[in-house]
């Protein structure tokens, strides 16, 4: 006499049997008896196409959804911090759209978080290093930006004292006014390093595999490392050169697009690098 959970182990032994270890999963069986058999097998390439399909559009609206909003932070929220005459004198009065352009700015640093997150499954399958690299730098990227917008409000609060001090206070506030605005530009300046980090690491990866045509994603390789070396200019005492910035806009714009609308390549064969890369 069977046990109640003999037909579940039985279940279990020919799926096993008639199955691939990456096939399993989408195997549905029918009991006729003491019959067991596999029945409508689910092509586990098209689950596969249709989910990074979906995830490869998810990246595209994060994209657009992080152009959007670098662009309302940087241009509007925080005009009035490095508008003439400067941000001791201008803070003060717009500390509440400054405060809610470091909201913004978090949610926007954030993005790259779920980029990486949303990328990952779909770059692991092919290169383990590169899938976590991505990961890591985003995560960088966000919390630098919490010590950049943390300098931003200590910008608000020295502006706000400015406000309300007499003459001979005022003369000591603006003693350190280039203090305050350092502890809010150097932090500025290393996230966009480590952002432009990510960006190329993703660029690569889709260069390598040829997740998208490889003449965007060699664009996208220039642009990158155009942008990484605009920022870091600053540390060796030059001026961003802001021209050297508009590629990567233009690559991201496109790259947006077409994954929204072409999704990624799926390339047969071999997944996972055997050199654990």
């Given at each position: 006499m069977k046990r109640p959970f003999d037909s579940l182990i039985d279940i279990v032994h020919a799926v096993s049997d008639v199955a691939r270890p990456e096939d399993r999963a989408v195997f549905h069986v029918e009991i006729d008896g003491s019959k067991i058999s596999p029945i409508n097998p689910v092509p586990k390439e098209g689950i596969n196409m249709e989910t990074t399909s979906r995830d490869a559009r998810i990246i595209g609206v994060l994209i657009i959804t992080q152009m959007v909003g670098s662009y309302l932070v940087n241009f509007v929220l925080e005009a009035p911090v490095f508008d003439a005459p400067g941000f001791l004198v201008n803070a003060a009065s717009h500390s509440q759209?400054?405060?809610?352009?470091?909201?913004?700015?978090l949610v926007t640093e954030a993005l790259w978080v779920g980029i990486a997150v949303t990328a990952f499954p779909i770059f692991y399958r092919r290169t383990r290093t590169m899938a976590i690299l991505l990961v890591a730098l985003a995560v960088v990227v966000l919390a630098v930006a919490v010590a950049e917008n943390t300098g931003l409000m200590s910008m608000v609060s020295l502006s706000e004292a400015y406000a309300k001090?007499?003459?001979?206070?005022?003369?000591?506030?603006?003693?350190?006014?280039?203090?305050?605005?350092?502890?809010?530009?150097?932090?500025?300046?290393?996230?966009?390093?480590?952002?432009?980090?990510?960006?190329?690491?993703?660029?690569?990866?889709?260069?390598?595999?040829?997740?998208?045509?490889?003449?965007?994603?060699g664009f996208g390789l220039i642009a990158a490392m155009l942008m990484v070396t605009a920022v870091t200019m600053p540390l060796f005492g030059y001026n961003v050169?802001?021209?050297?910035?508009?590629?990567?806009?233009?690559?991201?714009?496109?790259?947006?697009?077409?994954?929204?609308?072409?999704?990624?390549?799926?390339?047969?064969?071999?997944?996972?690098e055997r050199d654990n890369s």
């Open positions: 759209q400054i405060g809610l352009a470091v909201l913004l700015g001090a007499s003459a001979a206070e005022r003369e000591q506030l603006q003693t350190v006014q280039v203090v305050v605005a350092s502890a809010r530009n150097w932090p500025h300046y290393i996230s966009r390093i480590f952002a432009g980090s990510a960006t190329f690491v993703f660029y690569a990866v889709l260069f390598r595999f040829a997740l998208i045509p490889r003449v965007l994603a050169v802001f021209p050297m910035l508009a590629p990567l806009g233009l690559s991201q714009l496109i790259l947006a697009v077409w994954l929204m609308t072409k999704g990624f390549r799926d390339q047969p064969g071999p997944r996972i």
